[in-house]
């Protein structure tokens, strides 16, 4: 009877052992499991981010003019077919600057509901230390080293803490562009050491920590091979299989702002993506560290999304994205409100959409121009229009929803397309400028084109005065648009910012108003005007095959500007050599590339001085509570439930299969013993 009992009891602590030992140590088990990196990275393609929003300096997240986060923002991204979403949050403002350094829990907690909705959706999440890189981390290694390293330590033990039992689809980026004060060597020594830090943090914390892949920048996530070589070091010598390497990309820097009459998508800036992409690869993705493009788009979305000619940037985009996929490149396009409308959930620009995401799976075919200009002063002719076809083949064509006959309307060989004579003139609207018509352009694959087709006539400008922090040129465009602006001395010496180059910075010197019929030159380029000087503006409109010139010359005494059309067209440039493309005085030098960086970091620089405007005028008006009112209600509280977890559930069901039939032998054992007492 004894033995009996001994052998009942060994049974059923047996089996409580085995339903409980998986739910203590599942934990440990995910945290000691092995995480197949390219494949993780492959599952993140394509990515986005949730730009100037968590990281906006200011009252809340609206502080840059984006609206609250709502779960169906969400949903839109995981509907459009992204795969992951990058969270930047910028953490000065909302804790405690010392002492604890303790975050703000209501704005932490708004962090985490994202990051739920996101994981709900399926998406792969990352999180990171934002602006903070420029706030105050920037000089705080030098001027303030202990408490800054301290204050960014306890950054991520608080965010390891929060998020220690979330699945592994969710990452942590260390530090979003980082930068110092001091010499490269400094500057890197300092990157080193605060990612020491986060590294130590994350790694000894508990949950999934143990095992999340984490994400490491390189020096300002630029491409330089001197920063690419120190982050490989870096990462080699931690000796963790859980690391992904990020990058920043925004193109060759004259296209990506249009500087430098760099208005096309011209080979240089072809070369420039797959240099750079050469050179990331043979670092990284060949040594087995998969690599994340942490941000990518174009420079001067910063000013605006028209800064680019649009059919030029979506032959960027079409060649970039596959460039970075054939090399096994993560993507996440910044968005920081322009691309995506936060309040209506649909693109601001429906074709650019519509190429990054058939750039996901496909190259297209590229046109030279997506414009035809018919000037209605000449006769009309046949009109071509050249296309690389990239694989694909002319399915058909549409001239404002009426499909052409080919051989009557068109010709179409060996990609040239030529529009017939009589079906231009059929287009022509006498007396009209502006457009006129559609010619939709369908192939077999790929992105469709619309070919936007203009009648126009001379520009017409007109005598202005005004004052240098904002002075307009009344223009009557009549169907003509603006490609690039040129500005000399009346010796022929380069006038304005950024000399090297006589072609100025679209958007940031100068900007066209279609609506209002006015060319403004901003403050940014007076700063760099000389007084009582008189000044040539020799500007380029777009045309078929070139660019039409036009001249208007100011002169500016103090902040007074004085401007007047030019009417005989040669005496508006003296020196007959300034119709070169790039035109440089004999005591100038053409930037090299250490140049254009320093010009793209003095980019970023304007960026953050207008970032820390918009605090300055978020903090003027208050009003936070207006938005926090149409929040949804939602539990703040993590939850796994609906999270998706790694595959470590296999042996949890074996043990309890076991215990199961354990319990069962032993029942009836007992039930056995008892029905003999019975009998006995």
Do not use: C
């Not at 304005?496 to 901003?522: A, R, V």
């Amino acid at each position: 009877m004894k033995k009996f009992q001994l052998i009942l009891k060994t049974s059923i602590y047996l089996s409580l052992f085995i339903f409980l030992a998986p739910t203590i140590s599942l934990a440990n088990e995910t945290a000691n499991q092995t995480i197949d990196m390219e494949q993780y990275a492959e599952n993140m393609q394509p990515g986005w981010n949730l730009g100037n929003t968590y990281d906006a300096l200011g009252e809340d997240e609206t502080a840059w003019g984006n609206p609250m986060v709502t779960r169906e923002l969400i949903q839109q991204i995981a509907a459009e077919g992204f795969q992951s979403i990058r969270v930047p949050i910028t953490f000065d403002g909302r804790m405690n600057p010392s002492g604890d350094f303790a975050i703000n829990e209501e704005f932490l907690s708004r962090v985490q509901q994202t990051v739920d909705w996101a994981l709900e959706e399926d998406l792969y999440v990352m999180i990171n230390v934002h602006h903070d890189s420029w706030v105050w981390l920037q000089n705080g290694m030098e001027n303030n080293h202990d408490q800054t390293v301290e204050r960014f330590r306890r950054i991520w033990e608080q965010l390891s803490e929060r998020f220690q039992d979330y699945p592994v689809e969710l990452m942590f980026e260390s530090i979003n562009e980082p930068q110092f004060t001091g010499d490269e060597r400094q500057q890197q020594g300092y990157l080193d050491e605060l990612n020491d830090a986060f590294h130590q943090v994350v790694r000894n914390s508990n949950g999934n920590n143990p095992v999340r892949p984490i994400v490491l920048p390189t020096l300002l996530t630029g491409q330089e091979p001197e920063r690419l070589q120190a982050l490989y070091d870096y990462i080699s010598n931690l000796n963790d299989p859980h690391v992904l390497a990020t990058v920043h990309y925004y193109g060759f820097w004259p296209f990506s702002v249009n500087i430098a009459g760099v208005t096309r998508f011209n080979d240089e800036t072809k070369n420039d993506i797959d240099t750079i992409f050469n050179r990331v690869h043979d670092q990284f993705t060949a040594n087995g560290i998969p690599v994340v493009i942490g941000e990518y788009g174009l420079l001067g979305f910063d000013t605006g999304t028209d800064v680019i000619q649009q059919g030029e940037k979506l032959k960027y985009f079409e060649y970039m994205i596959p460039a970075a996929q054939d090399r096994s490149f993560v993507h996440m396009l910044w968005d920081n409100g322009q691309h995506l409308n936060r309040h209506s959930l649909n693109w601001h620009d429906a074709e650019f959409a519509q190429m990054i995401k058939t750039s996901w799976n496909s190259r297209s075919a590229v046109p030279n121009n997506n414009f035809i200009y018919l000037n209605n002063q000449e006769d009309r002719t046949d009109h071509q229009i050249d296309f690389k076809l990239n694989g694909h083949q002319l399915d058909y064509i549409k001239l404002n929803n009426q499909t052409l006959i080919a051989g009557e309307d068109y010709l179409f060989e060996d990609g040239n397309l030529i529009l017939k004579k009589e079906r231009v003139e059929a287009l022509s609207i006498e007396g009209e400028t502006g457009h006129i018509a559609t010619l939709h352009v369908v192939f077999t694959g790929g992105f469709n084109w619309d070919i936007n087709i203009y009648q126009h006539g001379a520009p017409v400008f007109q005598e202005a005065d005004g004052t240098s922090d904002n002075f307009q040129i009344p223009v009557s465009f009549e169907g003509n648009h603006l490609a690039t602006m040129e500005a000399h001395y009346e010796d022929g010496t380069i006038a304005g910012p950024q000399n090297w180059t006589s072609f100025k910075e679209f958007g940031y010197t100068f900007s066209p108003d279609y609506d209002n019929n006015t060319i403004t030159l901003t403050e940014n380029f007076f700063n760099d005007i000389e007084d009582g000087r008189e000044v040539t503006l020799t500007f380029h409109f777009w045309r078929n095959d070139n660019e039409e010139q036009l001249s208007y010359k100011i002169v500016k005494n103090g902040d007074q500007v004085t401007g007047w059309p030019v009417i005989d067209e040669e005496d508006a440039i003296p020196d007959e050599e300034n119709g070169e493309e790039i035109i440089i005085e004999e005591d100038k030098v053409v930037p090299d590339e250490d140049t254009i960086d320093e010009e793209h970091v003095s980019h970023n620089d304007e960026k953050n001085t207008n970032n820390q405007d918009k605090q300055e005028l978020a903090t003027k008006e208050n009003n936070p509570n207006s938005q926090n009112e149409q929040m949804e209600e939602s539990s703040l509280a993590p939850t796994l439930t609906n999270h998706k977890l790694p595959d470590t559930a296999t042996n949890l069901y074996s043990w309890l299969i076991a215990g199961l039939g354990l319990l069962l032998i032993g029942a009836t054992i007992f039930i056995s013993q008892r029905r003999r007492r019975v009998n006995h």
